[in-house]
């Protein structure tokens, strides 16, 4: 089964313990990611996602939940929000969490309701994969917005990666591609899975979302070249 992140997402819950999730790029390699880290509480959230958190208004829909902390941090606040997961392992966890909506698709398959906001964080831009794939996602979220409704989506630029001693930033004159469309490979035991996963920087972003009709404006920035938007149509 290719669905790293869900198995150690159940094996976390079960055992309150897993080792690392393993994640290479094209650009990185040997990172990991600890399976608790989908599992924090709203005070182990990073500055951007709490903002985030505050800013949601009335029906909620989270994009990529995962084990679904932030679904749950704001159902216990009494917010309506529901949970959309394409892992059935993760969308299981979730169940037994008690988040009491929780939807196992993936979002280019979903047009069930409308939402006043829309959450993708935890790099958010990343579901889209490639600059075309995040396109494609905001012209299918704006039938699932609301009138008056909101996206808050948070990415990072990755520009940092390539930037040299003196300043300046080397270029791979091999890819044409947008630097922040990156390939990644990610490993929990047997399970291995590979997939496209982009980094937008704001300005690019804001020129993105502007084409197809949104107004995207920027409400945090983090540390880590990191930062936090909200789109309206």
């Not at 905001?138 to 001693?165: A, C, R, T």
Request: charge should be negative.
């Amino acid at each position: 089964m290719n669905d790293p992140f869900g198995i150690a997402i159940k094996e976390y819950f079960e055992r309150g313990k897993a080792p690392q999730i393993q994640v290479d790029s094209n650009y990185t390699e040997g990172e990991t990611i600890a399976p608790s880290y989908f599992f924090r509480n709203e005070q182990d959230l990073p500055k951007l996602e709490k903002v985030a958190l505050k800013n949601c208004k009335g029906r909620i829909l989270d994009i990529g939940a995962a084990a679904g902390c932030h679904s749950l941090i704001l159902q216990k606040k009494g917010y309506n929000v529901t949970a959309l997961e394409k892992s059935e392992i993760s969308a299981e966890v979730m169940r037994k969490q008690g988040i009491v909506k929780v939807v196992n698709a993936d979002i280019f398959d979903y047009s069930e309701k409308q939402y006043n906001t829309i959450l993708l964080l935890m790099n958010g831009s990343g579901i889209g994969g490639t600059i075309a794939g995040l396109k494609k996602l905001l012209m299918h979220l704006k039938s699932l917005l609301l009138e008056d409704g909101q996206i808050l989506i948070d990415s990072s630029d990755i520009k940092y990666l390539f930037e040299e001693e003196d300043g300046s930033h080397w270029v791979d004159i091999a890819n044409n591609n947008y630097y922040g469309e990156m390939q990644y490979k990610v490993s929990f035991r047997k399970s291995v899975a590979q997939f496209d996963w982009l980094f937008i920087d704001f300005n690019t972003l804001q020129l993105l979302a502007n084409e197809i009709g949104y107004n995207c404006s920027l409400i945090e920035e983090g540390p880590h070249h990191d930062y936090l938007a909200k789109l309206k149509l």
